[in-house]
Every structure is written in C-alpha cells, then in structure tokens.
C-alpha cells in the first residue's frame, strides 16, 4: 500500500445495492449530462434511462422474466449499453457474445446457456438462424446500427466521406424473421413497481477459456461487478463525475470493456465516446471534437493510436487515465504513448473470473514497468507452489498467482467440476499464470500454468484450434503454440503433420480456418513438422513445442 496513488484507499465501500441502482443513480444525477456518443450523436443520461426502461418492457413482453438468459451478440454501439441495463432491469442475466464467432462456435455457448432470446446485429443474425433447433430460441432481435447514427450531414462532420462510406457499408445487412431493436423501444416504460434484482443476483454470464482451455461461462454477480467498477474508481483517484470521455474501444462483450465502460463508466457518469471497432482514422478524428481523458486499450491499440497522432500533429494531452492490459506491455509503447498523452501508461492485470480486473499499477512515480503492479483495494494475492496451492513460496520465487475480493466470480455455468478446480476453499482463485514478486510487492508474470495463448487481449484455447485443424483432409495432426509477437502479446502458430498424400498450401488453409473460427483464433502461420515431442502417455509437450520451435527461429 506505500506505493498506492495519494488517496486510494485499501479498502472500498462494498455495494450493497445492483447494478440497476447504479445506473438508476447515474440517469438521476446527471439526467442532461451526456452520456453516449456515436459518430458524432449524443444520448443524454435521461434519454439513455428512458431507452432502458422502454426496452426492458419490450424484453418482459416477449416472456422474459428475472434469472432467464438473454444473449446479446452486438459490438459496441449505443444498443449495446441500454440492451445490457435493460435485460438486468428484470433481473434476467447477460450472456456476452462476441458477434464475430462463427456458427459452430456460437452454438457451443448457446447449448450451455439455454437463452431463448437474443439481441443480435443484424450481421450476424444469420449464424443464429442457422443454430439448430433444439437451441430453441424463440425471439432475435436485430439491431441496425445505423439507426443509432446521426443524419448523414452531421455525420459528414465527423469524417472523412470515404471513411464514413466504408463504415456505413460494414454495420448494417438486411435480415428477416426478426423483430427489430425499434420495436422494442417503442414499448411502454416498465412499471417503476416491477421488481428488480439484489445485489447477490446472477447479472452475466462472460464466456472464457478460463484457466483450463474450453469455453466455459463465467458467472458474475452484481457485487462482482459493482465492487470492480468501484475498485476501479479508487485507481483512478482524482476522474471526476461527469467530466470525464471514455472511449469506448475495448470490446463490450470482453471483460475489461464490460467494466470500463458498461459499469465504471456509467458509476462515473461519464460521456462514452462508442467504437463499433478500433479504427485509428475514426479515433483521431473523434479526438478533434471530444478529446478523450480515459483511454484504456490493448498495447497495439497505444502504439498506433500514438504513432498517428504524433504523424498527424493531433493532441492526446487530454488523455489522463490509460490502462494497458490482456497482453504484456513493451517499454517502446509507454515511451511512444506518453510522448503524445497527458498522463502515465500503466499496466494492469485482470482475468474474466474476477470482473475482470485484480492488479494495477499506480497512477504515480511509483509505477514499475515490466510488471502487473499491486493489489487494487479490497484485494489480496497470495504466491504458491504451482503443485501444491497450499504452500506459499517466497519474495523473488516462482509460484502460482492467486486472488481473492469482492470481484471473485461465483463459478462456472453448469461446471461443477471446473469450478471446484479453480475456486480454491476460502474463496481464492486459481489465476493459472505463474509469477514473482519482489521485495516491494510488485507482480511480474512468468509463465503460465495454463496453455492458452493471448493474443490483441482475447485467449485462444490451443485445444480448439487443434481440433479444428485436425479435420482438415491433408492433415494427421496439429499442435498450436503462441510465440511472443514484437507489438506485445502472443500471435497463433500451428505446427502440424501432413497425411501421406498431404500438401500444405498456407494461405488456403489459413481461408479455410476463418470459416470455422473467429478471425483471431486463425494460425497467423502454419509450419510442416516431421513429429512432436511427446509424453510416455503420447501427449504432445506443448512447452517444449514451443521452445524447439523457437529456438530453431532464432
């Protein structure tokens, strides 16, 4: 705690109320302030509240009621923010989808869940109808994202025509056998009597390949999720109420977007400056008109959100608060990003089964690059030997990262036995990465006990993209590493044996993984190997894969 901020405190005022407390709060206290911003056009916090309301009757018409999944399957976009605080105005949960996944990837998760209903964009509409029917959805939704945008002229202010052009084309595709997102908030206001959630309450499920490699659900409570966003608050000592510009570029559907923005942001009663997807164009030229004070991203994201600023002489001093994480953080980045910006680069360590966030460095001199920082308050870590999480290890040695808070999720959706594996007795949970800690009680990570690759902040389960690989007619087997990419974090690497008759053609099989998996999961290089090490059991050593491969790479 000596090396905390001035002002953070150890410990935070734990919620006692959910998340529709918070945002209630939020549309009540800054009813005029802006709360998003979309391509140039503005909701109010009133307005945003009006929308909730309208939208969470529309949902209760359709049969949903308190503890029913509902899946959204949206990037970010205003829909996003007010589907999210209507489907828990019922007290019904949030399932994140990413709306990128394939079909085959998305049927798993709805297989697990059970959702009937489904807010969809439009894009993607068709890989849920195309789900089979014992899925039993009932009802999609489909979002336009269009219709959240401003007149074409005010647009025109905002960006380049080409730009806009381009943008316009990508977010939009017609669907049938939908209801639209219009109808919904067409509906009524709900009744202000109808009951809402406790702060004990089931609010989300966030699909992750965990610590042990298949997707599993994660559940999150409204107290997981309000004492991050508060966490969060306390990190960032001296942001205040409806001051601050978030930008919204991180994915919603991911953890850390969850967070910064559909939960801290809104705490903050901040304005959300909303990015379907990261665009540095549509970045520096929303920087011209709504500088941005928080910006919290992905290493590649700093690097060339900086590099293009400084090319185009457009000033980022107003960014104060920046958080890197999901990845490591190069030195070159931080050096480049605080060239440009009004305020330190620090980095950060979380995990979906915490919110997400555990870790942080201090927004201070004290902050130590080439580490994941200290415990965030109300949040205690604990070192142990990677065999035995019973044995604590020493100042300096190598050990199993655990963490226990407020923040901690509940467990796995219908995964006993993962649950048991990761949530250790006395509510510590099993983090998977191996790390040191020195003397003043900073966190470096080492390695991982777990096999998933992080790659632009998402996890690849090695397995899955095996699996898929091992399918394809010229191959007998696969085996996929992630070898250290120069922009931070790792990058998909999939060495594999050809069947006799067999030939690689790279660039057809890398076309032929997209159609199966989502664009970031696709081997970013396919190598031909003659066999792997193996275990006396016949398991291929994915470590020692890895390190042949990379000391042959030089």
């Known amino acids: 705690m000596k090396h905390y901020q001035p002002g953070v405190p150890a410990q935070i005022e734990l919620p006692t109320e959910s998340l529709v407390a918070l945002y209630e709060r939020s549309v009540s206290e800054a009813a005029n302030s802006i709360a998003l911003e979309f391509f140039g056009r503005t909701t109010t916090y009133a307005a945003f509240g009006e929308q909730v309301e309208r939208v969470a009757e529309g949902l209760r018409r359709l049969g949903v009621h308190a503890g029913d999944r509902v899946a959204l399957v949206l990037p970010n976009s205003p829909q996003h923010v007010i589907a999210f605080y209507a489907v828990l105005r019922l007290g019904a949960v949030v399932v994140e989808h990413n709306p990128l996944y394939t079909e085959r990837e998305l049927r798993h998760q709805f297989e697990d869940h059970g959702a009937r209903v489904a807010i969809c964009w439009d894009v993607a ?14 009802k999609i939704v489909a979002v336009n994202l269009l219709k959240a945008f401003p007149k074409l002229k005010a647009m025109a202010l905002h960006l380049p025509v080409r ?7 990508k977010l939009t595709q017609p669907t049938s ?7 919904l908030v067409a509906s009524p206001r709900i009744d202000p009597e109808h009951p809402k959630p406790s702060v004990h309450d089931l609010a989300v499920i966030q699909y992750t390949s965990g610590t042990t490699g298949v997707s599993k659900g994660a559940m999150l409570s409204h107290y997981n999720l309000f004492a991050n966003a508060r966490q969060g608050e306390a990190w960032m000592h001296g942001a205040q109420y409806r001051k601050e510009n978030f930008y919204a570029i991180l994915p919603m559907f991911h953890a850390f977007g969850m967070t910064l923005f559909l939960t801290y942001g809104i705490l903050k009663q901040a304005r959300l ?27 590649p994201i700093y690097e060339k959100t900086a590099a293009e600023a400084k090319k185009r002489g457009i000033s980022l001093r107003s960014a104060k608060y920046c958080i890197s994480g999901a990845m490591n953080l190069p030195e070159s980045v931080v050096e480049l990003w605080e060239s440009v910006s009004g305020g330190l680069l620090v980095e950060g360590y979380g995990m979906t089964e915490a919110s997400p966030v555990c870790l942080g460095n201090p927004f201070a001199p004290s902050r130590r690059s080439g580490t994941i920082g200290i415990p965030f308050p109300s949040t ?8 035995d999480p019973t044995k604590e290890v020493g100042v300096g040695e ?5 963490i226990k808070g407020p923040q901690v ?3 796995y959706w219908n995964n006993v036995a993962d649950t048991e594996k990761t949530l250790l007795p006395g509510g510590w949970l099993r983090t998977g990465d191996v790390v040191t800690v020195d003397a003043d009680g900073f966190t470096t990570i080492v390695d991982r006990v777990k096999e998933l690759i992080i790659t632009g902040g998402f996890n690849v389960a090695p397995s899955e993209v095996e699996a898929v690989l091992r399918t394809h007619p010229d191959l007998a087997d696969a ?13 998909v690497v999939a060495l594999v044996l050809l069947r006799p008759e067999g030939s690689l053609d790279e660039k057809a099989m890398r076309a032929w993984c997209r159609e199966r998996l989502a664009a970031y999961k696709v081997p970013k290089q396919i190598v031909v190997v003659s066999d792997f090490p193996r275990s006396m059991l016949g398991k291929v050593l994915r470590k020692q894969l890895r390190d042949e491969f990379l000391t042959r790479q030089g």
């Open 125 to 138: 509409v068709a890989k849920l109808q195309a789900l089979p029917d014992d899925i039993a959805l009932s």
């Open 479 to 491: 085996a996929v590493i992630g070898v250290p990419s120069p922009h931070g974090g790792e990058k």
């Open 380 to 387: 205690y870590m604990k070192v142990v030997d990677t065999e």
């Open 273 to 299: 400056v909303i990015f379907p997807s990261f665009d540095v164009d549509l970045v520096l030229a929303a920087a011209k008109k709504t500088p941005p004070t928080v910006y919290c991203a992905v290493p």
């Open 177 to 183: 056998g939908t209801l639209s997102w219009e109808q």
């Open 163 to 169: 730009k806009l052009r381009d943008t316009r084309a």
């Open 398 to 402: 190598r050990g199993e990262l655990l």
């Open 409 to 411: 999720f509940h467990g």
